[in-house]
């Protein structure tokens, strides 16, 4: 069974803070991806990778950062923690085979920015 | 603005009832999801549809890809409470690797 586990469910940081948002998939796939969700916007890409130390901006870039230091785990960044930035944030996965581009998601982690 | 742009936002209906949510674009797609989020869950993939005018059915739900792959649809028939939640879909543009796109979703109630 595959899965995606994301390291807290809720989280409560206040404005200024570093913030880290832990992925861990155990499926072997090659890519890895984190989105935010916000009501009415849908999922919004960050940044996405597809190797070990690859990386890639997405749509919405500005204020985070990420790490893969291995394949399995993919982290999310917030150097400065901003109150815009309270929201729903999911991680997925991939295989890197085309054209199977179904992704797996995580339960998602609430981040809310005081 | 979204590129893929979905209808109703909101949905609710009956036990029974039937609804169907759009998914519409200007763009070309290569291949497009629908996917199905419930609260406190990430979202769960439905179907694939990769050629345009196909019509793949999982159950009481029907997806069809329009013609020119720019739009989609899912039908419920005869909706059941378990039908609840969240239904998002996801188009795959060429040449974007393994990117999805989003649309904002639909959310689905089905009321006893």
């Known amino acids: 069974d595959v899965k995606v586990t994301q390291s807290s469910r809720y989280l409560v940081k206040r404005t200024g803070e570093k913030v880290f948002l832990e992925c861990v998939q155990d499926?072997?796939?090659?890519?890895m991806f984190w989105y935010r969700q916000d009501p009415g916007l849908g999922l919004r890409l960050i940044y996405f990778?597809?190797?070990?130390?690859?990386?890639e901006k997405g749509d919405i870039p500005e204020g985070y950062s990420v790490s893969r230091e291995k394949k399995e785990r993919f982290s999310l960044i917030l150097e400065s923690a901003s109150t815009n930035q309270t929201s729903m944030y999911l991680c997925?996965?991939?295989?890197?085979?085309?054209?199977?581009?179904?992704?797996?998601f995580g339960p998602g982690t609430r981040l809310t920015v005081t | 603005t979204q590129l893929l742009e979905q209808s109703p936002q909101f949905l609710s209906i009956q036990e029974g009832e039937n609804l169907t949510v759009y998914c519409n674009s200007s763009?070309?797609?290569?291949?497009l999801q629908w996917y199905r989020q419930e609260p406190g869950e990430g979202p769960v993939l439905l179907v694939t549809?990769?050629?345009?005018?196909e019509v793949k059915k999982l159950k009481r739900l029907t997806f069809q890809f329009g013609d020119a792959r720019k739009d989609s649809s899912l039908h419920i028939t005869a909706a059941q409470t378990g039908d609840t939640g969240l239904y998002l879909c996801?188009?795959?543009?060429?040449?974007?690797?393994?990117?999805?796109?989003f649309g904002a979703g639909t959310q689905v109630v089905v009321t006893p």
């Open positions: 763009s070309v797609f290569s291949s």
């Open positions: 499926m072997d796939h090659e890519n």
């Open positions: 997925a996965s991939s295989p890197g085979t085309y054209p199977s581009l179904q992704q797996y």
């Open positions: 990778s597809y190797d070990v130390k690859m990386k």
């Open positions: 996801a188009g795959h543009q060429e040449d974007s690797w393994g990117k999805l796109q």
């Open positions: 549809v990769v050629t345009g005018g």
